[in-house]
């Protein structure tokens, strides 16, 4: 496909609305009847409809939406009218809301939300009522820190794990993001101490039922876990797969390379990023045409969400749900999966992923795994501050550029309610300690120095 260059995108996203995009690409408004006009659905959501896959191993079957216990409302502490907490209240209503309608897999990690995740976690389970035996909890060995890689310091972290989730056996545990640091980290957190095998035998004893990993980074490290599978006999694999990435010149990152992997050893798949955080639901206006072109009643998410889980082996796809509606959408997506045709499937991780990929903006996740900054800078506020505005056509190429005012006013004042001024890009060292976490492999430093570069034109008004 042709790609187009930056100063047409610009001119595309800063003028094109949704409603007059899709008149564009002839989608009449009758084909959208069961959308109200604010493009919510009317109709009830299915229940008893959910998509399940089985376990080819051990017979789990597990609802093909997961939910992920990381990005969790939030709501001004009492305490600490400063600071905000997890809206533990709207937390049990979505985990609730998941289970009426079929969802049974939640994702969590002690490094999630500030390390209050897996408790959180805990509550909403306990408060539905539901047995134990009707879901399943995923939960990780999170030792990011030189500081948790001896066997005990792991050793304690599961032990907390069970605490916090109120449990006495974790469905699924994960190694959390092998593939940082290449084979040396691994064999410091994991093989070197003994802690792998500590795990292997808490599996046997029943404490642990699958026992699997998650990767991000490099492709090494995922190489050299699978073709140990024979010693450690995965009973399931986590990986990034979307299709922005089905096709990645780099390995580490190429959902095709590591899906066929796990399926040459027939090792189920748990998907995560199946919306790149987000940016695969938050595209211009031009590229929501282009998808509603073809279904005008779906979501642009949907699509996203139905190319993750329409591979065979799939067992779940995670989706961060912080609102009801994130929820509810997909549900109608899973109750039941639609499965890609071949040529949809090709269409997304070919023309559509093109489209995308032509747009200039900076592939963070909101995983949050940068922070926090030794320096204090909100790292994932200022770089989706930025992809917004590109999004929203307002970053300007010059003076000259007809929205040139507009644009200008819209980043500085957004970027101000966004991201606190001693939080901002000018606040970098280049100090680099972001940079080894990034499951995206993102040179933070060099894109916030080039994000406060543009921003103090924009201030002095200067080109």
Known sequence: MKQINRRDFLKISGTAATGSALAGCGVKQESAEKLDPAGQHTTELPKGKMTYRTHPHNGDKVSILGYGWMRLPRKKDPNNPNQDMIDQEEVNRLCNKAFEYGVNYFDTSPAYCQGKSEESLGIALEQSGRSRDSYYIATKLSNFSPTQWSLEAGQQMFENSLKYLKTDYIDYLLLHSIGGGGLDNLRKRYLDNGLLAWLMEQRAAGRIRNLGFSFHGDVKVYDYMLEHHDEYKWDFVQIQLNYIDWHDNDKGRDGEYLYNELVKRNIPAVI????????????????????????????????????????????????????????EDNIRTYSPLVPLTEEEARWLDGETANLIESYPTIPCNDCKYCMPCPYALDIPAILLHYNKCVNQGNVPESQQAENYQKARRAFLVGYDRSVPRLRQANRCISCRECVSHCPQNIDIPRELQRIDRFVEKLKQDKW
């Open 272 to 327: 995560m990023e199946p919306l790149l955080g987000g940016r695969l639901s938050k595209v211009p206006d031009h590229v929501v045409a282009h998808l509603k072109s073809r279904k005008p009643e779906d979501s642009v998410a949907s699509w996203a969400f139905r190319y993750a889980g329409t591979p065979e082996n799939i067992l779940t796809v995670l989706s961060g749900m912080t609102y009801m509606e994130h929820l």
